[in-house]
């Protein structure tokens, strides 16, 4: 070390040239790393796009980027000029061009990151976001990408990095960065090992410090870090706020045979890899009755209440709304109703897994709906979102988050997030099947106030005591048919041996 200037080393530091070019290193890492972010994310929904034009596109930007060296890339947009010299008065600033060449090479790579974060997002978020009414476009925005960010930061964050080292190439084109101010004093002082030292803390610097502010970033968005109490709005929530709500005695007052026919399903079929799960299925619901459909498992009862809103798709039929049709099907032409998107809140739905937005509160998840449909704002929704979560006992836990809750407390949130759009169907996919024994109650009493209310509901469930309990009528499902559609009182003594050997075990 007997030739080690220190100080020179130390001057250095006051070289105005090397915070200049400091600036431009961030400058050109920021624009290029933003840039890239809503570049990829374009790249990465399009790869993974039903439509093939736009997933061969995507996947040969990727696959040409990523194999074409940035080196090579810059040198070649920096000289494009020679082959259109209208691009002369851009192309001709190294910061331009080096910024172009950046940003098509990086987009590539934080593509595959963005990839990886959409693909890390559970499928059931798509089809809450699906069963609220929520477009395609709008799930993205509030649902979807939101989740897939923070899935992918901390590969993000590490992009950064690589984007800011990665500028010293830059230099090549005379962009007057980090590496080319070092690279012009070592060549007239021949100090190459000192200048080299103060260039890696410069950049060593700049990645400290963008370390520590992705890192607050990283805390920020990361919900399960938030913490919360059991209160209501200023902090003062009534005993009754807490607790699950207790309905009124049963039975309930069954509905008139004269009630309209909400819901009726004519001759559906649906096929996968060419195995029909739905055989033919007919099925009319009175408005106000309660129709739970059991059978064991793989028999199509969950591919049935999916096709309602229109989360699976059919092969044949047709599905009334109303007497009108709502969704149809024929020799392979599926079509929903014109006034679909409009109407498809009158149907709510809640889901086996729950499916609440982890990134958002309970109370913005039930108000999501509200504001996306422009049903209710500001202060409104928030009043009705908490008159849902009363409604359900979960008032108290209006501020948390979904992880913050049980299972029960999440399927009764879920609950409130769809009786909040005052649907006049409510659809359950086995509501309770994902729950601990001892929260199972809590949800089915719920239910079971909804029912007194006159709900018209749909409850595909396991619960035989439950159902038979809860239902005006119970429709028997196996191999994708229907094998009896009948009161409670006649299922439950039906002398059909399959029927009477699966309900056995329950009446035991």
């Keep these: 070390m007997t030739n080690f200037d220190w100080q020179y080393v130390v001057g250095l530091f006051a070289d105005t040239d090397f915070w200049k070019a400091s600036v431009t290193v961030v400058i050109l890492s920021v624009l290029t790393w933003v840039s890239g972010l809503f570049i990829g994310l374009g790249i990465a929904l399009c790869k993974e796009s039903r439509k093939g034009y736009l997933r061969t596109a995507a996947s040969g930007y990727i696959w040409f980027f990523r194999s074409l060296p940035l080196l090579v890339l810059l040198i070649f947009v920096y000289n494009l000029p020679q082959l259109f010299p209208s691009t002369t008065v851009f192309l001709s600033n190294p910061f331009i061009a080096g910024l172009i060449a950046l940003i098509a090479s990086e987009s590539a790579y934080i593509a595959e990151i963005h990839r990886g974060g959409l693909l890390g997002v559970p499928r059931g978020q798509h089809e809450a976001g699906k069963a609220l009414g929520i477009s395609y476009w709008g799930r993205l925005r509030l649902i979807i990408v939101p989740q897939a960010f923070r899935i992918a930061l901390p590969s993000l964050s590490n992009e950064f990095i690589t984007i800011v080292k990665l500028t010293s190439l830059v230099s ?12 012009r004093l070592y060549t007239q002082n021949f100090k190459v090992i000192d200048t080299l030292v103060v260039v890696a803390v410069f950049y060593v610097l700049i990645v400290s410090v963008f370390n520590f502010l992705i890192h607050h970033l990283e805390r920020w968005l990361d919900v399960t870090k938030v913490r919360t109490v059991d209160n209501g709005q200023n902090g003062q929530v009534s005993v009754s706020a807490c607790e699950p709500v207790v309905p009124l005695s049963f039975p309930r007052t069954p509905p008139s045979t004269r009630n309209p026919v909400v819901i009726s399903i004519e001759h559906i079929v649906k096929s996968f890899s060419g195995r029909e799960v739905l055989k033919d299925v007919n099925i009319r619901i009175r408005q106000g009755e309660v129709l739970s459909v059991i059978g064991p498992s793989g028999s199509g009862k969950t591919t049935l209440i999916r096709t309602i809103n229109a989360l699976q798709d059919i092969d044949e039929g047709v ?46 998840n039930v108000t999501l709906a509200l504001h996306y449909h422009h049903k209710a704002h500001g202060k409104n929704a928030e009043d009705r979102a908490r008159q849902a979560l009363q409604k359900v006992g979960m008032l108290a836990h209006a501020q948390k988050y979904p992880h913050q809750l049980s299972g029960g407390q999440q399927q009764r949130v879920a609950i409130a997030r769809a009786v909040v759009m005052e649907p006049r169907v409510m659809l359950f996919d086995e509501p309770t099947s994902a729950l601990d024994p001892e929260m199972v109650n809590e949800v089915l009493r719920v239910i079971e106030d909804l029912a007194r209310e006159g709900m018209t509901m749909i409850i595909v ?42 309900l056995q075990p329950s009446s035991e």
């Design 319 to 364: 599905i009334l709304f109303d007497n009108r049709e709502w969704i149809g099907a024929h020799q392979n032409t599926y079509r929903l109703a014109v006034d679909f998107e409009k109407r498809i809140t009158d149907i709510g739905m809640v889901f086996q897994s729950f499916n609440l937005f982890p990134h958002m509160t309970v109370l913005k």
């Design 172 to 183: 090549v084109i005379s962009l007057n960065e980090i590496l080319l101010v070092g690279q």
């Design 461 to 502: 469930t396991h619960e035989m005591r439950f159902a038979r309990r809860i239902s005006d009528r119970i429709i028997f499902m196996e191999n994708g048919g229907i094998v009896a559609d009948d009161s409670p009182e006649h299922l439950f003594t039906s002398q059909n041996p399959r029927i009477a050997g699966f």
